[in-house]
Protein backbone atom coordinates (compact mmCIF):
# COMPACT_ATOMS: atom_id res chain seq x y z
CA UNK A 1 0.00 0.00 0.00
CA UNK A 2 2.85 2.45 0.88
CA UNK A 3 4.83 1.46 -2.28
CA UNK A 4 1.85 2.02 -4.57
CA UNK A 5 0.98 5.68 -2.73
CA UNK A 6 4.98 5.85 -3.18
CA UNK A 7 4.89 4.95 -6.95
CA UNK A 8 2.04 7.32 -7.37
CA UNK A 9 3.59 10.43 -5.98
CA UNK A 10 6.70 9.76 -8.46
CA UNK A 11 4.72 8.86 -11.33
CA UNK A 12 2.66 12.24 -10.86
CA UNK A 13 5.78 14.28 -10.39
CA UNK A 14 7.25 12.72 -13.81
CA UNK A 15 3.78 14.19 -15.55
CA UNK A 16 3.83 17.05 -13.62
CA UNK A 17 7.64 18.00 -15.47
CA UNK A 18 6.43 16.34 -19.10
CA UNK A 19 3.80 19.40 -18.75
CA UNK A 20 6.08 21.81 -17.91
CA UNK A 21 6.74 22.13 -14.59
CA UNK A 22 10.14 22.78 -12.98
CA UNK A 23 9.09 22.33 -9.43
CA UNK A 24 6.98 18.96 -7.34
CA UNK A 25 6.22 18.23 -4.20
CA UNK A 26 3.53 17.19 -1.88
CA UNK A 27 2.00 19.28 1.31
CA UNK A 28 -0.55 18.30 4.31
CA UNK A 29 -3.64 19.62 3.76
CA UNK A 30 -2.76 21.88 6.54
CA UNK A 31 -0.72 25.15 7.45
CA UNK A 32 0.78 25.67 10.85
CA UNK A 33 -1.21 27.81 13.39
CA UNK A 34 1.59 30.38 12.77
CA UNK A 35 0.72 30.84 9.42
CA UNK A 36 -2.63 31.95 9.79
CA UNK A 37 -2.44 34.13 12.58
CA UNK A 38 0.54 35.93 10.45
CA UNK A 39 -2.18 36.40 7.65
CA UNK A 40 -4.65 37.75 10.25
CA UNK A 41 -2.00 40.24 11.73
CA UNK A 42 -0.96 41.13 8.27
CA UNK A 43 -4.64 41.91 7.61
CA UNK A 44 -5.83 43.74 10.85
CA UNK A 45 -2.86 46.23 10.67
CA UNK A 46 -4.47 46.96 6.76
CA UNK A 47 -1.24 45.42 4.62
CA UNK A 48 -3.26 44.14 2.26
CA UNK A 49 -4.39 48.04 1.13
CA UNK A 50 -7.81 48.15 -1.25
CA UNK A 51 -7.25 44.59 -2.13
CA UNK A 52 -10.66 43.30 0.00
CA UNK A 53 -10.86 40.22 -1.97
CA UNK A 54 -7.61 38.90 1.08
CA UNK A 55 -10.35 39.65 3.60
CA UNK A 56 -13.32 38.13 2.47
CA UNK A 57 -12.21 34.33 2.38
CA UNK A 58 -9.32 34.85 5.18
CA UNK A 59 -10.26 31.24 6.84
CA UNK A 60 -10.24 29.89 3.86
CA UNK A 61 -7.15 31.27 3.07
CA UNK A 62 -5.55 30.56 5.87
CA UNK A 63 -6.88 26.55 6.03
CA UNK A 64 -7.25 24.04 3.26
CA UNK A 65 -9.88 21.86 5.10
CA UNK A 66 -12.13 25.24 5.18
CA UNK A 67 -11.72 25.54 1.67
CA UNK A 68 -12.41 22.10 0.95
CA UNK A 69 -12.92 19.75 3.96
CA UNK A 70 -12.73 16.68 1.87
CA UNK A 71 -8.91 17.41 0.62
CA UNK A 72 -6.05 15.45 1.79
CA UNK A 73 -2.83 16.51 0.26
CA UNK A 74 -2.12 19.43 -1.72
CA UNK A 75 0.31 19.35 -4.78
CA UNK A 76 2.60 22.21 -5.36
CA UNK A 77 4.11 22.87 -8.61
CA UNK A 78 6.23 25.75 -9.58
CA UNK A 79 6.66 26.94 -13.67
CA UNK A 80 9.61 28.33 -14.04
CA UNK A 81 9.86 31.93 -15.96
CA UNK A 82 13.60 32.67 -15.29
CA UNK A 83 14.43 36.03 -17.39
CA UNK A 84 17.21 35.89 -20.38
CA UNK A 85 17.65 39.44 -19.66
CA UNK A 86 18.94 41.70 -16.59
CA UNK A 87 15.27 42.90 -14.95
CA UNK A 88 17.10 46.20 -14.47
CA UNK A 89 18.63 47.01 -17.89
CA UNK A 90 15.95 49.80 -18.57
CA UNK A 91 16.32 51.97 -15.51
CA UNK A 92 18.07 54.30 -16.48
CA UNK A 93 15.68 55.02 -19.70
CA UNK A 94 13.46 57.13 -18.90
CA UNK A 95 11.57 57.58 -22.52
CA UNK A 96 11.06 53.53 -21.55
CA UNK A 97 8.53 52.07 -18.94
CA UNK A 98 10.01 48.77 -17.13
CA UNK A 99 7.15 45.80 -17.39
CA UNK A 100 7.62 43.26 -14.48
CA UNK A 101 9.34 39.98 -16.24
CA UNK A 102 6.21 37.81 -15.06
CA UNK A 103 3.93 40.05 -17.21
CA UNK A 104 5.91 40.28 -20.68
CA UNK A 105 4.98 37.19 -21.97
CA UNK A 106 1.42 35.11 -22.03
CA UNK A 107 -0.55 35.25 -18.95
CA UNK A 108 1.18 32.86 -16.30
CA UNK A 109 -2.70 32.11 -14.90
CA UNK A 110 -3.89 30.92 -18.41
CA UNK A 111 -0.89 28.74 -19.14
CA UNK A 112 -0.42 27.16 -15.49
CA UNK A 113 -3.94 26.81 -15.21
CA UNK A 114 -4.12 24.45 -18.56
CA UNK A 115 -0.93 22.78 -17.09
CA UNK A 116 -2.34 22.29 -13.90
CA UNK A 117 -5.17 20.51 -15.51
CA UNK A 118 -3.79 18.19 -17.48
CA UNK A 119 -1.73 16.94 -14.65
CA UNK A 120 -4.90 16.71 -12.72
CA UNK A 121 -6.66 14.76 -15.14
CA UNK A 122 -4.12 12.33 -15.40
CA UNK A 123 -4.41 12.02 -11.59
CA UNK A 124 -7.96 11.04 -11.67
CA UNK A 125 -7.59 8.55 -14.90
CA UNK A 126 -4.69 6.32 -13.16
CA UNK A 127 -6.54 6.16 -9.53
CA UNK A 128 -10.21 5.72 -11.45
CA UNK A 129 -9.37 2.25 -9.92
CA UNK A 130 -10.01 2.83 -6.67
CA UNK A 131 -13.69 3.87 -7.31
CA UNK A 132 -15.14 7.47 -8.61
CA UNK A 133 -14.84 9.32 -5.65
CA UNK A 134 -11.12 10.94 -6.05
CA UNK A 135 -11.79 14.92 -6.13
CA UNK A 136 -9.36 17.45 -7.54
CA UNK A 137 -9.10 21.28 -7.71
CA UNK A 138 -6.97 23.67 -9.26
CA UNK A 139 -5.75 26.81 -8.22
CA UNK A 140 -3.63 29.59 -9.20
CA UNK A 141 -2.59 32.76 -7.86
CA UNK A 142 -6.80 33.81 -7.22
CA UNK A 143 -8.38 31.40 -5.21
CA UNK A 144 -8.25 31.54 -1.38
CA UNK A 145 -5.06 29.66 -1.40
CA UNK A 146 -1.89 30.13 0.80
CA UNK A 147 0.69 29.45 -2.21
CA UNK A 148 3.49 30.30 -0.90
CA UNK A 149 3.66 28.65 2.98
CA UNK A 150 1.98 25.71 1.09
CA UNK A 151 5.08 25.67 -1.61
CA UNK A 152 7.31 25.47 1.60
CA UNK A 153 5.58 22.95 3.11
CA UNK A 154 6.04 20.93 0.06
CA UNK A 155 9.56 21.55 -0.14
CA UNK A 156 9.62 23.45 -3.39
CA UNK A 157 12.21 26.43 -1.34
CA UNK A 158 11.17 28.30 1.32
CA UNK A 159 9.65 32.35 1.57
CA UNK A 160 12.55 34.59 1.77
CA UNK A 161 12.91 38.48 3.60
CA UNK A 162 11.21 39.35 0.52
CA UNK A 163 8.21 36.75 1.27
CA UNK A 164 8.17 35.65 -2.24
CA UNK A 165 8.90 31.69 -2.30
CA UNK A 166 13.02 30.72 -3.25
CA UNK A 167 14.48 27.92 -4.84
CA UNK A 168 17.57 26.65 -4.77
CA UNK A 169 17.37 25.18 -8.61
CA UNK A 170 14.96 28.51 -9.76
CA UNK A 171 15.39 31.51 -7.75
CA UNK A 172 13.08 33.89 -6.99
CA UNK A 173 11.41 32.77 -10.57
CA UNK A 174 8.64 30.67 -10.14
CA UNK A 175 5.05 30.80 -10.79
CA UNK A 176 2.92 28.79 -8.27
CA UNK A 177 -0.01 26.33 -8.89
CA UNK A 178 -1.58 24.29 -6.38
CA UNK A 179 -3.81 21.02 -6.89
CA UNK A 180 -5.78 19.60 -3.90
CA UNK A 181 -6.76 16.11 -3.92
CA UNK A 182 -8.50 13.98 -1.38
CA UNK A 183 -5.90 11.23 -2.39
CA UNK A 184 -3.46 10.36 0.80
CA UNK A 185 -0.19 11.39 -1.29
CA UNK A 186 3.43 10.96 0.09
CA UNK A 187 4.54 13.86 1.17
CA UNK A 188 7.52 15.63 0.27
CA UNK A 189 8.91 17.14 3.76
CA UNK A 190 9.07 20.84 4.00
CA UNK A 191 11.43 23.78 2.75
CA UNK A 192 14.32 25.18 4.96
CA UNK A 193 15.22 28.83 4.97
CA UNK A 194 18.79 29.66 3.66
CA UNK A 195 18.56 33.57 3.42
CA UNK A 196 20.67 33.67 6.38
CA UNK A 197 22.42 36.90 7.17
CA UNK A 198 21.76 38.42 3.38
CA UNK A 199 19.85 41.59 3.48
CA UNK A 200 20.14 42.07 -0.55
CA UNK A 201 16.10 42.26 -0.90
CA UNK A 202 15.84 44.78 1.82
CA UNK A 203 17.70 47.30 0.58
CA UNK A 204 16.99 47.50 -3.09
CA UNK A 205 13.17 48.45 -2.35
CA UNK A 206 12.90 51.57 -4.30
CA UNK A 207 9.46 52.16 -1.78
CA UNK A 208 11.09 50.73 1.44
CA UNK A 209 7.89 48.62 1.41
CA UNK A 210 9.67 46.19 4.17
CA UNK A 211 8.53 47.33 7.57
CA UNK A 212 11.05 43.77 8.44
CA UNK A 213 12.44 41.12 6.90
CA UNK A 214 9.34 38.57 5.48
CA UNK A 215 6.86 41.56 6.09
CA UNK A 216 5.66 43.18 3.27
CA UNK A 217 3.56 46.51 3.73
CA UNK A 218 1.32 46.08 -0.11
CA UNK A 219 0.57 49.72 0.41
CA UNK A 220 4.08 51.26 -0.45
CA UNK A 221 4.74 47.83 -2.72
CA UNK A 222 4.76 49.48 -6.93
CA UNK A 223 3.77 46.08 -7.64
CA UNK A 224 0.31 46.81 -5.82
CA UNK A 225 0.19 50.17 -6.94
CA UNK A 226 0.65 49.87 -10.35
CA UNK A 227 -1.60 47.10 -10.69
CA UNK A 228 -4.03 46.05 -7.76
CA UNK A 229 -4.61 50.09 -7.18
CA UNK A 230 -7.12 51.54 -8.69
CA UNK A 231 -6.72 55.74 -7.42
CA UNK A 232 -4.57 57.92 -7.12
CA UNK A 233 -0.86 56.87 -6.85
CA UNK A 234 -0.30 58.60 -3.54
CA UNK A 235 2.30 61.43 -4.04
CA UNK A 236 4.90 60.75 -1.54
CA UNK A 237 5.83 57.48 -3.75
CA UNK A 238 5.40 58.96 -7.30
CA UNK A 239 9.10 60.00 -7.33
CA UNK A 240 10.16 56.21 -6.11
CA UNK A 241 8.48 54.31 -8.81
CA UNK A 242 10.64 55.72 -11.23
CA UNK A 243 10.02 54.41 -14.22
CA UNK A 244 8.18 50.93 -13.56
CA UNK A 245 4.83 50.77 -15.04
CA UNK A 246 3.49 47.35 -14.15
CA UNK A 247 4.42 45.69 -11.28
CA UNK A 248 8.17 45.31 -9.78
CA UNK A 249 10.83 42.56 -9.76
CA UNK A 250 13.41 44.86 -7.88
CA UNK A 251 13.79 42.43 -5.20
CA UNK A 252 13.22 39.17 -6.75
CA UNK A 253 15.46 40.03 -9.28
CA UNK A 254 18.85 40.40 -6.70
CA UNK A 255 18.25 37.76 -4.53
CA UNK A 256 22.05 35.81 -4.83
CA UNK A 257 19.68 32.45 -5.06
CA UNK A 258 18.93 33.29 -8.83
CA UNK A 259 22.25 32.65 -9.94
CA UNK A 260 21.60 29.33 -9.75
CA UNK A 261 18.23 29.29 -11.94
CA UNK A 262 18.62 27.02 -15.26
CA UNK A 263 17.32 29.59 -17.63
CA UNK A 264 16.35 26.23 -20.11
CA UNK A 265 14.08 25.61 -17.07
CA UNK A 266 11.53 28.69 -18.05
CA UNK A 267 8.48 27.77 -20.37
CA UNK A 268 8.64 29.48 -23.49
CA UNK A 269 5.10 30.55 -22.98
CA UNK A 270 7.05 33.41 -20.86
CA UNK A 271 9.46 34.94 -23.44
CA UNK A 272 8.85 38.08 -23.52
CA UNK A 273 6.79 39.63 -26.75
CA UNK A 274 8.50 42.70 -28.54
CA UNK A 275 6.25 45.12 -27.59
CA UNK A 276 6.31 44.68 -23.58
CA UNK A 277 9.79 44.31 -23.49
CA UNK A 278 11.22 48.02 -23.83
CA UNK A 279 7.71 49.52 -24.24
CA UNK A 280 8.01 53.44 -25.42
CA UNK A 281 5.94 55.96 -22.65
CA UNK A 282 5.36 58.03 -25.52
CA UNK A 283 3.08 54.83 -27.07
CA UNK A 284 1.25 53.69 -24.31
CA UNK A 285 0.21 57.19 -23.28
CA UNK A 286 -1.60 57.14 -27.10
CA UNK A 287 -4.09 54.24 -26.66
CA UNK A 288 -7.33 54.93 -26.10
CA UNK A 289 -9.68 52.06 -24.41
CA UNK A 290 -10.08 49.68 -27.52
CA UNK A 291 -6.49 50.14 -29.16
CA UNK A 292 -5.21 49.41 -25.37
CA UNK A 293 -7.28 45.93 -25.37
CA UNK A 294 -5.34 44.94 -28.79
CA UNK A 295 -2.01 45.59 -27.93
CA UNK A 296 -2.53 43.45 -24.33
CA UNK A 297 -4.55 40.97 -25.52
CA UNK A 298 -3.37 37.60 -24.01
CA UNK A 299 -0.84 39.45 -21.64
CA UNK A 300 -1.85 39.99 -17.95
CA UNK A 301 -1.75 43.64 -18.39
CA UNK A 302 -5.24 43.80 -20.02
CA UNK A 303 -7.03 43.07 -17.00
CA UNK A 304 -5.62 46.41 -15.13
CA UNK A 305 -7.24 48.25 -18.27
CA UNK A 306 -6.15 51.58 -19.83
CA UNK A 307 -6.68 54.02 -17.65
CA UNK A 308 -4.54 52.49 -14.60
CA UNK A 309 -2.28 51.61 -17.09
CA UNK A 310 -1.98 55.29 -18.94
CA UNK A 311 -1.77 56.37 -14.69
CA UNK A 312 0.71 54.31 -14.45
CA UNK A 313 2.87 55.70 -17.66
CA UNK A 314 2.29 59.31 -16.40
CA UNK A 315 4.07 58.79 -13.30
CA UNK A 316 6.90 57.29 -15.31
CA UNK A 317 6.71 60.69 -17.46
CA UNK A 318 7.05 62.84 -14.73
CA UNK A 319 10.04 61.38 -13.37
CA UNK A 320 11.97 60.89 -17.06
CA UNK A 321 12.72 64.51 -16.93
CA UNK A 322 12.31 64.22 -20.95
CA UNK A 323 10.58 67.02 -22.22
CA UNK A 324 9.79 65.09 -25.28
CA UNK A 325 6.92 63.70 -23.29
CA UNK A 326 5.42 67.05 -22.41
CA UNK A 327 2.80 66.95 -25.30
CA UNK A 328 1.79 63.50 -24.96
CA UNK A 329 1.27 64.09 -21.07
CA UNK A 330 -0.61 67.25 -22.08
CA UNK A 331 -2.81 65.44 -23.99
CA UNK A 332 -4.49 63.62 -21.18
CA UNK A 333 -5.30 66.97 -19.32
CA UNK A 334 -8.57 66.38 -20.63
CA UNK A 335 -9.15 62.85 -20.23
CA UNK A 336 -12.11 61.81 -19.57
CA UNK A 337 -10.51 59.85 -16.37
CA UNK A 338 -9.91 62.03 -13.26
CA UNK A 339 -7.35 59.58 -12.21
CA UNK A 340 -5.88 60.00 -15.53
CA UNK A 341 -6.09 64.02 -15.74
CA UNK A 342 -4.68 64.67 -12.23
CA UNK A 343 -1.80 62.21 -12.99
CA UNK A 344 -1.36 63.71 -16.39
CA UNK A 345 -1.12 67.70 -14.12
CA UNK A 346 1.48 66.04 -11.86
CA UNK A 347 3.40 64.91 -15.24
CA UNK A 348 3.08 68.28 -16.46
CA UNK A 349 4.05 70.26 -13.68
CA UNK A 350 7.21 67.40 -12.93
CA UNK A 351 8.46 67.80 -16.45
CA UNK A 352 7.96 71.99 -16.97
CA UNK A 353 8.10 72.53 -13.80
CA UNK A 354 4.94 74.37 -12.82
CA UNK A 355 1.22 73.03 -12.37
CA UNK A 356 -0.45 73.55 -15.41
C1 LIG B 1 -1.80 39.34 -2.51
C2 LIG B 1 -0.65 39.01 -3.43
C3 LIG B 1 0.22 40.03 -3.77
C4 LIG B 1 0.19 41.40 -3.09
C5 LIG B 1 0.80 41.26 -1.67
C6 LIG B 1 2.12 40.48 -1.67
C7 LIG B 1 2.42 39.72 -0.39
N1 LIG B 1 3.70 39.54 -0.13
O1 LIG B 1 1.52 39.29 0.30
C8 LIG B 1 1.02 42.27 -4.09
C9 LIG B 1 0.07 42.92 -5.08
C10 LIG B 1 1.89 43.36 -3.46
C11 LIG B 1 1.83 41.19 -4.81
C12 LIG B 1 3.02 41.46 -5.45
C13 LIG B 1 3.79 40.50 -6.11
N2 LIG B 1 3.42 39.23 -6.37
CO1 LIG B 1 1.82 38.40 -5.60
N3 LIG B 1 0.41 37.41 -4.83
C14 LIG B 1 -0.48 37.70 -3.93
C15 LIG B 1 -1.33 36.46 -3.60
C16 LIG B 1 -2.66 36.57 -4.35
C17 LIG B 1 -1.61 36.23 -2.10
C18 LIG B 1 -0.35 36.35 -1.19
C19 LIG B 1 -0.73 36.30 0.29
O2 LIG B 1 -1.35 35.36 0.74
N4 LIG B 1 -0.37 37.36 1.02
C20 LIG B 1 -0.72 37.49 2.41
C21 LIG B 1 0.53 37.52 3.28
C22 LIG B 1 0.19 37.70 4.76
O3 LIG B 1 1.08 36.27 3.13
P1 LIG B 1 2.62 35.99 2.91
O4 LIG B 1 3.19 36.88 1.89
O5 LIG B 1 2.73 34.51 2.73
O6 LIG B 1 3.15 36.47 4.34
C23 LIG B 1 3.94 35.65 5.10
C24 LIG B 1 5.16 36.35 5.61
O7 LIG B 1 4.87 37.70 5.79
C25 LIG B 1 5.40 35.55 6.86
N5 LIG B 1 5.82 36.33 8.02
C26 LIG B 1 5.22 37.37 8.61
N6 LIG B 1 5.93 37.75 9.66
C27 LIG B 1 6.99 36.95 9.75
C28 LIG B 1 8.03 36.92 10.64
C29 LIG B 1 9.00 35.94 10.51
C30 LIG B 1 10.11 35.93 11.47
C31 LIG B 1 8.92 34.99 9.45
C32 LIG B 1 9.95 33.92 9.28
C33 LIG B 1 7.86 35.06 8.52
C34 LIG B 1 6.92 36.03 8.71
O8 LIG B 1 4.20 34.88 7.25
C35 LIG B 1 3.17 35.27 6.36
C36 LIG B 1 2.23 34.09 6.16
O9 LIG B 1 2.89 33.02 5.50
C37 LIG B 1 -0.42 35.30 -4.17
C38 LIG B 1 -1.17 34.11 -4.76
C39 LIG B 1 -1.73 33.21 -3.70
N7 LIG B 1 -2.98 32.84 -3.81
O10 LIG B 1 -1.01 32.84 -2.78
C40 LIG B 1 0.42 36.03 -5.25
C41 LIG B 1 1.89 35.61 -5.39
C42 LIG B 1 2.47 35.58 -4.01
N8 LIG B 1 2.49 36.73 -6.11
C43 LIG B 1 3.46 36.39 -6.90
C44 LIG B 1 4.27 37.31 -7.60
C45 LIG B 1 5.12 36.73 -8.73
C46 LIG B 1 4.29 38.66 -7.26
C47 LIG B 1 5.27 39.74 -7.76
C48 LIG B 1 6.69 39.27 -7.95
C49 LIG B 1 4.71 40.31 -9.10
C50 LIG B 1 5.52 41.43 -9.70
N9 LIG B 1 6.63 41.16 -10.35
O11 LIG B 1 5.13 42.58 -9.60
C51 LIG B 1 5.16 40.82 -6.64
C52 LIG B 1 6.21 40.60 -5.51
C53 LIG B 1 6.10 41.56 -4.38
C54 LIG B 1 6.59 40.96 -3.05
N10 LIG B 1 7.81 41.29 -2.64
O12 LIG B 1 5.86 40.18 -2.43
C55 LIG B 1 3.66 34.89 -6.91
C56 LIG B 1 4.92 34.53 -6.10
C57 LIG B 1 5.62 33.26 -6.58
C58 LIG B 1 6.68 32.84 -5.60
N11 LIG B 1 7.75 32.24 -6.13
O13 LIG B 1 6.57 33.04 -4.43
C59 LIG B 1 2.29 34.37 -6.26
C60 LIG B 1 2.41 33.11 -5.42
C61 LIG B 1 1.33 34.14 -7.45
C62 LIG B 1 1.63 32.83 -8.18
N12 LIG B 1 0.64 31.95 -8.28
O14 LIG B 1 2.70 32.56 -8.66
N13 LIG B 1 1.24 39.97 -4.70
S1 LIG C 1 8.22 44.38 -5.76
FE1 LIG C 1 9.46 46.28 -5.82
S2 LIG C 1 8.33 47.75 -4.55
FE2 LIG C 1 7.48 45.70 -4.11
S3 LIG C 1 8.63 44.98 -2.33
FE3 LIG C 1 9.75 44.24 -4.12
S4 LIG C 1 11.27 45.83 -4.58
FE4 LIG C 1 9.77 46.74 -3.18
S1 LIG D 1 17.70 38.50 -1.50
FE1 LIG D 1 18.69 37.51 0.26
S2 LIG D 1 17.28 37.91 1.98
FE2 LIG D 1 16.14 38.32 0.09
S3 LIG D 1 15.08 36.41 -0.37
FE3 LIG D 1 17.04 36.34 -1.50
S4 LIG D 1 18.46 35.30 -0.09
FE4 LIG D 1 16.69 35.93 1.13
Known sequence: MADDKLRLTEN??????EEGFAAFGVAPASLAP???????????????GDMIWMESRAEERADPIALWPEVRSVIMLGMSYTPGRDPFALKDHGDLGRISVYAQGKDYHDVVKKALK????????????????????VFVDTAPVMEKPLAEAAGLGWQ????????????SWLFLGAIYTTLDLTLSGGGKDRCGSCRKCQNICPTEAFPAPYKLDAKRCISYLTIE????IPRHLRKLIGNHIYG???CLAVCPWNKFAEKAAANKAFLPRAELAAPALADILALDDAAFRKVFSGSPIKRTGRNRMVRNCLIAAGNSGDARLVEPAQKL????????????EWAVSELIGFRP
Open 229 to 232: HKGH
Open 118 to 137: RVARWLVAQTFKDGPNIGVK
Open 34 to 48: KTSQRLKGWLASGGH
Open 248 to 250: CDD
Open 333 to 344: LTDKDEVVREAA
Open 12 to 17: LEKKAR
Open 160 to 171: GKHTNMVSRNHG
